[in-house]
């Protein structure tokens, strides 16, 4: 009961904010035309009369926008978690005429007939209850899942343009914004004919750590005249299902604009046509990106195990690498595909009490390079004798100017 209460008092909530900017609006009109009512009670009443029934009418006759109207464009969502937003993304568009489309992935579009009844949104044989609804934003619940969509912010591509032709073929720059933290790292995309591929520079405040290079699937996909690069998820078979949508704002020779969300966050980019660089056969490559589960619960090894790879690890570093002052934690964070190659690196610091602090840029630099060289690890497989892909994280925990251990 509490839960239909508060749909219908958001829908009244938003159907009263309509009527009240509408009657606004319409007041200051009539504040406009107050220099014809200052001789108003001079006028004879039937006269007065009249003028009020005028003005009552043309305010009661006078109806908002309703609640279905700020449904139609299109929209972009996906399922939700409270944590977490599953890569499953969704497409609609919503017609004036109850009509629309729906497209659930790249090779998929329906067309559809939609109805909001109550709290209720139709979409053909599919239901929705809705759970809130913002100008920009809607939460629809079915079942146990909760699918949120986001409105687009429509692009002003021309028709004439060939998208294909101007990013196929082409390396890009992305830009970025002011660093936050010490640890970052650029990207650079180039788009071949099966392949986009990503190139990234990995730095720590103002020293290059180094780079690694990645490939994926993609699809161009145009719906609603909106154009949209979509990058495969499941790399190992190029699977369309998983194809996270990105959003081509702006397109020009030189350049073009990029909106998408990413786990509920919407990230803007901007992209700039640069020098090519080497593709390397022997690269970084998730089979499937759709879910990566710890290093421990696929089995992945190191050739030699952790013996082995803790004396790769210290023979990479400098004999007389100076640790510094400070004792604590150093963590790297990063992915094995399912060939044995690393990629996406992370970064944590921390003291000896888990809170954060930095450790000197030139430590950094060497443990990065140290980890990033391991070379032999051997991926985990499933009982179908698949092999998978994982998550994993090195460790260097450092006392008194030593490290005195490295986990796991």
């Known amino acids: 009961m509490k839960k239909h209460q508060h749909i219908f008092s958001t829908f009244f909530d938003h159907k009263c904010k309509e009527l009240n900017a509408y009657k606004q609006k319409m007041a200051s009109r009539f504040i406009g035309m107050s220099f014809l ?6 006028l004879p009443i039937k006269k007065q009369h009249f003028l009020f029934y005028f003005f009552l009418l043309a305010w009661m006759g006078c109806e908002p926008p309703s609640v279905e109207s700020k449904l139609y464009g299109v929209w972009i969502g996906n399922y939700q978690s409270e944590l977490y937003a599953y890569p499953l993304p969704q497409l609609l568009y919503f017609e004036e005429s109850n009509a629309g489309q729906w497209l659930r992935q790249p090779d998929s579009l329906l067309n559809i007939n939609w109805e909001w009844s109550n709290d209720m949104l139709f979409l053909d044989t599919s239901q929705f209850v809705i759970q809130s ?56 995309l180039a788009l071949e004919q099966d392949t986009l591929w990503i190139k990234r520079d990995y730095w720590y405040d103002d020293i290059f750590l180094g780079d690694e290079l990645e490939s994926a699937c ?54 700039i046509k640069t020098h090519p660089f080497k593709k390397d056969p022997n690269h970084f490559r998730l089979c499937r990106d759709l879910y990566t589960a710890p290093y421990y619960r696929t089995l992945t090894t190191y050739q030699g195990n952790k013996r082995a790879m803790t004396e790769q690890l210290i023979a990479k570093l400098p004999q007389e690498l100076d640790l510094g002052k400070q004792s604590g934690y150093i963590t790297f964070r990063f992915y094995i595909d399912c060939q044995g190659n690393m990629g996406r690196f992370d970064l944590q610091q921390s003291d000896l009490n888990f809170d954060p602090i930095t450790f000197d840029k030139k430590i950094i630099k060497h443990l990065f390079t140290s980890v990033q060289n391991l070379k032999d690890w051997k991926a985990g497989k499933n009982d179908e004798g698949e092999r998978l892909d994982c998550h994993k994280f090195i460790t260097f925990k450092i006392v008194d100017e030593q490290i005195v251990d490295i986990l796991p």
């Open 37 to 42: 009512l200052v001789p108003f009670t001079a």
């Open 133 to 188: 609804f913002e100008e920009n934003k809607i939460h629809l619940q079915k079942d146990e899942q909760t699918l949120v969509f986001q409105r687009l912010p429509l692009s002003k591509i021309s028709d004439s343009l060939d998208i294909a032709q101007l990013l196929i073929g082409h390396t890009w720059a992305k830009q970025t914004n002011s660093q936050t933290q010490p640890f970052y790292f650029n990207e650079t």
């Open 218 to 271: 993609y699809a161009f996909q145009t719906f609603q005249n909106q154009h949209f690069l979509f990058q495969s998820t499941r790399t190992y078979n190029c699977d369309s299902t998983f194809m996270n949508p990105i959003h081509i704002l702006t397109l020009h020779e030189e350049s073009f604009n990029t909106v998408q969300w990413v786990n509920k966050a919407q990230q803007d980019s901007k992209f």
